[in-house]
């Protein structure tokens, strides 16, 4: 299964737009969210765009392996993901991976049509728009474009993680 | 906390006495359990005395690391354990850790003084006896040492994946 997904910062422009839309979605969820990045002892995750997370959320726990991205415009790719408990972040440090960074948000998750679309309140970044699609076929993200076009939302590929890096150079 | 443990073959000269122990101990547990062992892209597990394993028991998958023994007599080592469902060997495998084997056995469990014994019946190696003692002292393991003396046991430190692996040879 392929996360086909892209990603918009909200601002003056299109908040407009979106809050349209979203008036016609149905919100599924919020929640606060607390993720934990971890590099590898032996990939620059960075150079092969892969990522390797915990997400603590509510009394869940979740590890998600994101491999490189599929295409050069959405932020689609393999992804893995298990429910862990226990001593999971131990098991990844006695592995060699090691603490990056802490990502927290606030997210909303709305239901539009076939879309799953995220409002995400990022402490030291701002708000930003996810919209993600569940598919087989890389050739849907198109689906997510079009929205994209349709509310002047301009693709932001880089992940939290890398924005929040590159605020802290 | 440190797992301190001691294993040994069962065979027609220690069977009697071992089951002469097990009449007074109270069986807590009897299950199937399949361990999956992983080799590290980095490290060789054999060499450094590590071990990295997924158990499937029942409806159950626990991911455990194990670091190198502590001593020159027991089993004894660093252990962490995380509860896992979902993708979790994709996970390992993008990762870049391989299936090395897999081991399954039937498990009793028994409650001893203080002491876990597990009477394990092995696919493809037979029966062998653990004994366990939960501690944060690795000086404790002596009480193991004294029980095996007393039942003329012979402290077998390779694990279940090491002699399996020598006996495909």
């Known amino acids: 299964m392929l996360e086909l ?13 979106i809050e349209q839309i979203l008036r016609m979605a149905e919100l599924l969820e919020e929640k606060t969210e607390e993720d934990i990045y971890f590099s590898s002892p ?37 992804e893995y993901e298990a429910f862990v408990s226990g001593d999971i972040e131990q098991i990844l440090e006695k592995l060699g991976y090691k603490k990056v ?6 997210r909303k998750i709305y239901l539009y049509k076939e879309f799953k679309i995220s409002i995400d309140d990022v402490e ?5 728009l996810e919209i993600e699609l ?12 079009n929205l994209f076009d349709d509310l002047f939302l ?16």
Chains 1, 2 share one sequence.
């Open 5 to 17: 997904e892209m990603k918009a910062k909200i601002n003056k422009y299109t908040r407009g737009r």
């Open 124 to 128: 030291d970044l701002g708000e930003y």
């Open 134 to 145: 569940k598919s087989d076929n890389i050739k849907d993200v198109e689906r997510i474009e």
């Open 42 to 78: 032996i990939r620059d995750f960075k150079e092969t765009d892969e990522a390797l997370r915990i997400r603590y959320s509510g009394d869940k726990a979740i590890l998600t392996y994101k491999g490189p991205k599929l295409d050069k415009i959405s932020k689609s790719r393999e």
């Open 154 to 169: 301009e693709s932001e590929r880089r992940s939290y993680l890398e924005l929040l890096l590159l605020k802290k150079k």
């Open 101 to 106: 960074l802490n990502v927290r948000k606030n």
